[in-house]
DNA sequence: CTGAAAGCGCTTACAG
DNA sequence: CTGAAAGCGCTTACAG
């Protein structure tokens, strides 16, 4: 290997080669005004002949630049709460090369009063950006359009609020998980004809509204011998899910599968356990939690349906970082793939 | 917000706390020897009491050293040894703080005289590390052992050789790919009862063995109805694979599904298309490319799994840096997860 | 066993 | 519109 290839070009020999000054070769890297054009040509050739690349690390070493993001998190206990405020605040120690400090807010997500006191109180001036796992609900909107229209970058996370401001939406497709769902209860249940029920928190969440839209496409249109039930809404609260799973094997006895589109999981299991329904009705969840990955390789859910939210709080930090700079979108780094599990591919 | 917690403590403030200099606090940082037992133990309760977090990049900065890789992957034409290379060169882009030069040497897999001679031919001292797509076939091990006594760190990737003395496998658990292709094959298939059909490209590659033992350990155990024919081997062969699928389905009318483990899937497809069996036997496959997806997008496949080569070219880079820093394992950073991919959950 | 000083490749006031 | 120089937080010979 020539010993060339091992060794970069720097942005010295960039100066060198155009014949200015470092101060200028930067102002061009970094597409700042006030250089005559003749000049920012001669550094963009030299750049390109040299195959010059710059060195982030280099570069942020420099800049000593720290970001200052708020996230605004779900409060209500639940494994799927926990596990992301716990991947955001990991997220910052992988971020090599840029520093962040980041700050969590608590709201209430379910009583959407709450969430719009939290929106409210935020000081748009102390924040360089805002991630925030929102309803869809009255006033949200308007609550993230005034962070925006403060000069604060805002993200959602996980929930998007489509029809608002918010530059990004981090998270999966839920449109397509509910798809996933269906299809896969489709496949499971095969020719088998009977009702499936569907437990959501509430229709006010954006990603329950999708993911129960997406399941009633595919069933409908792929396996229409299949009875899709009304929506129950448990508000995520595993007592009322426990109870609605009761009322559904109740009302329904050919009820031959559950599609849990949200938290609550623990009291559907508890009731199934209870209660015993000869055979169980095929169980399709959301997010793999130490006790969902538990009754999966017990054989009492069938199948999980997974974001990564490690991935999304990289994600929506990297997008913060990238909306402070102004740098345009980079195609595809939005969107979470969506996970199917079973028992054998567990991670 | 406090001010000093957006300041973080360098090594200076480090080396003023403990009345060293900042050579000291370097050698004690990274472990190196010659320094005084007191010394050592007064710079760590500094570290410690000021919660110092050595900056990585101005760490890397400062080395300025570049790690020189092989990368030893399949010459064979297909989707996946595309897709694995393209991944492998781009993977050093995504590290922000190490400098790494790659070189791909191309090898002849199921051919493993050709593979043995390409091994034979590398010269350790040209390389920090070495990563190989390899088979376990006879000599290959030798020439592994080889190259790690030489003192060079080996990677094993997508395709381990558990016998020799590689430091580090990198990829999926081949083992709990084959179940998950039987749970998916035995749920779809449900309670029929048939033949299924499985083709390898090559039983002396480690990955399709273990996948064809994985599946088989499934159906055995859950679904006792399916009857799994002996394994075919295709040698990875479009052409191959497609006079297999026919063989079969002239040989066994009563064949329902067919597991692909490993290349070849175009000769399949194509097959399939050709006779068109009623009703087409459920069909399984590994890796997603834009002819499976295509096939999946228009139902002429049931189910893909895949590995995320990016994420598996990233983690041998990472690994082979640890291992030139004699940095121990960090848990669970070398398995890759195992992708289930249905219709609507494509990336 | 320990330290002073140069340097890694950029950015940032400041001066002109 | 352009440049000289200091500095970001570490590492590395070299000297003692």
């Known amino acids: 290997m020539a010993k060339n290839e091992l060794k970069s070009a720097t942005s010295i020999d960039v100066a060198d080669m155009a014949g200015v000054s470092l101060a200028t070769v930067d102002r061009v890297l970094n ?4 250089v005559r054009h003749e000049t920012r040509e001669r550094v963009k ?4 002949r040299l195959g010059f690349r710059p060195d982030a690390s280099a570069a942020n070493l420099a800049k000593r630049r720290t970001y200052r993001f708020l996230f605004v998190l779900p409060s209500r206990h639940s494994g799927f709460a926990e596990h992301l405020e716990q991947a955001v605040k990991a997220a910052p120690a992988a971020l090599d090369t840029e520093r962040v400090v980041i700050s969590i807010k608590k709201a209430e997500m379910i009583d959407h009063g709450a969430l719009l006191a939290t929106l409210r109180e935020i000081d748009p001036s102390e924040w360089d950006g805002i991630a925030v796992k929102a309803t869809d609900a009255p006033g949200i909107r308007e609550a993230l359009d005034d962070l925006v229209d403060n000069g604060v970058p805002v993200v959602t996370l996980v929930s998007d609020v489509p029809s608002s401001k918010r530059q ?3 998270g999966i497709d ?8 269906g299809n896969l209860m489709g496949r499971f249940l095969h020719r088998l004809e009977g009702s499936v029920g569907l437990i959501a ?3 006010m969440i954006r990603d329950h509204v999708e993911r129960w839209v997406g399941f009633e496409q595919v069933i409908k249109a792929d396996f229409p011998h299949l009875r899709v039930l009304p929506v129950a809404e448990s508000s995520d609260n595993c ?7 009761e009322r559904m094997l109740d009302e329904h006895r050919d009820l031959i599968g559950i599609y849990s589109i949200s938290a609550g ?10 209660l015993k329904p000869q055979p169980r009705p095929t169980l399709i969840v959301h997010e793999l939690s130490p006790p969902i990955r538990r009754a999966l390789l017990d054989g009492a859910i069938d199948a999980v349906i997974n974001q990564d939210v490690e991935m999304e709080a990289h994600r929506a930090l990297r997008s913060l ?27």
């Open 321 to 347: 970082i990238a909306l402070c700079k102004n740098e345009p979108a980079l195609g595809g780094h939005d969107r979470v793939g969506i996970g199917i599990f079973l028992r054998d591919n567990l991670p």
């Open 265 to 274: 999981n623990k009291g559907i299991l508890a009731s199934l356990e209870r």
């Open 174 to 181: 839920n449109t397509a998980a509910g798809r996933v769902a």
């Open 45 to 48: 050739d030299a750049i390109e």
């Open 31 to 34: 597409g700042r005004r006030g």
């Open 168 to 170: 990004r939406y981090i």
């Open 201 to 203: 928190g509430s229709l």
């Open 239 to 245: 007592d009322v899910a426990g109870q609605i799973v």
